[in-house]
């Protein structure tokens, strides 16, 4: 097969996803060594009126808001104002009298506090409202956790101390609204709005200019539309998979100037996109500024989930052969994947189906970018094996 007909495979895929009704409009592009080696883009901004997808698309990320959410604490723990093993309550004090509640709804105490490393590796207890099976989840859609865009970080947090964690902390991994609680922390820590913050310290440096918790209005017209569900609580609610447009700007505002959160809520580009992730290759923007040191960098890319607490599951759903870090995933073992990777991989992804990767062996990077809000159709394994085949 020629390099031609490799990266042809990829477009092939794409191409079939956007054929076949399941996704409206994807991107990918993937960065070797520096240097861009694939891009494309598959299908429409909006399906039903068939509009082209734009330059310099921007796209709810969701969930990859929270390495940037993580690497902004690391930038404070490497400044001294922040530790690992901070107590969260020596910041937010609501938490200090929070209890836990086991699956018969019989509360205890905690057993040590909750961390700082707790939050960064979803071992706080928290939990969030979509997670099937958790005995919590229901009291958090009571409350609206996820879903209500208009309550800003402190309200958010002070709503989580009203309620119980779900597990001790450290006791196990549990996918939460930990980020969130976070953010709060860098606010109080910096003693400046989490947006300003990120603004600041982490997008201005890496030039993400269309990267933020809202859309300008001249910018409107290049963002993607939005399919799927359109709320967190039918995320897990594995249904008919209906390329039926959605409005999400409940929990996801575009056009709020108060909407913060650690967790979700960012909009960007693949390739703004692209700049934070080539920067957890090496701590530097590209043009050498230095976000994190490079032991830092190497700090972060440990596994913090001891075996007994293996394999990660997402609700119901395990995260076979990889661990936690402090920023995201992290490949363990390759033996247990089901689909071709790198043996040192990590990064995250978004509810809507985005989805990056760093690969530090072979200096590789992918992004791929749509927007379906709880999809369970494999595209991200599907993109990423057939990008790792066209690079050789």
Not at 2 to 19: H, P
Not at 25 to 42: D, M, Q, R
Not at 189 to 196: A, L, M, P, T
Request: charge should be negative.
């Amino acid at each position: 097969m020629t390099n031609f007909d490799r990266k042809n495979v990829i477009q092939e895929i794409a191409d079939s996803y956007v054929n076949r009704s399941l996704f409206s409009g994807i991107e990918w592009v993937a960065e070797k060594s520096g240097k861009i080696v694939l891009s494309g883009k598959s299908g429409y901004q909006n399906f039903e009126q068939k509009k082209s997808i734009p330059e310099n698309a921007i796209y709810r990320i969701y969930s990859m808001t929270k390495p940037i959410t993580s690497v902004m604490a690391l930038k404070l723990i490497e400044r001294g104002k922040l530790r690992l093993y901070d107590p969260v309550s020596s910041f937010i004090p609501s938490f200090e009298k929070i209890k836990v509640m086991n699956p018969d709804g019989s509360l205890e105490e905690l057993n040590r506090p909750m961390i700082i490393e707790d939050l960064l590796t979803h071992r706080s207890g928290f939990t969030y409202d979509f997670l099937m099976g958790c005995h919590v989840a229901p009291l958090y859609s009571e409350r609206d956790i996820s879903d209500n865009g208009k309550k800003s970080l402190e309200e958010k947090c002070e709503i989580l101390s009203e309620l119980p964690l779900a597990y001790q902390p450290g006791s196990r991994f549990n996918y939460s609204v930990s980020l969130d609680v976070l953010a709060r922390v860098i606010e109080i820590v910096n003693e400046k709005d989490f947006g300003d913050t990120l603004k600041e310290e982490i997008f201005k440096p890496l030039n993400m200019k269309d990267t933020g918790f809202g859309v300008d209005k001249k910018n409107l017209s290049r963002l993607m539309s939005t399919y799927g569900a359109s709320n967190f609580k039918e995320i897990m609610n594995i249904g008919p998979h209906k390329l039926l447009e959605t409005d999400v700007s409940a929990h996801n505002p575009y056009d709020s100037e108060t909407f913060r959160r650690g967790g979700t809520g960012l909009f960007s580009t693949s390739d703004d996109y692209l700049s934070f992730a080539r920067m957890l290759l090496s701590g530097k923007s590209k043009s050498g500024e230095t976000l994190l040191s490079r032991n830092m960098v190497e700090f972060m890319k440990i596994n913090r989930i001891p075996n007994t607490q293996l394999p990660l599951m997402l609700g119901p759903l395990p995260l076979v052969g990889y661990g936690w870090n402090l920023i995201g995933r992290t490949m363990l073992d390759r033996g247990q994947m089901m689909s071709q990777t790198g043996k040192n991989e990590f990064g995250w992804a978004g509810a809507a189906s985005t989805y990056f990767w760093v690969d530090p062996d072979e200096e590789l990077i992918g992004i791929i970018m749509t927007q379906y809000l709880g999809s369970m159709w494999p595209i991200n394994d599907d993109l990423r094996a057939a990008m790792y085949q066209a690079i050789e």
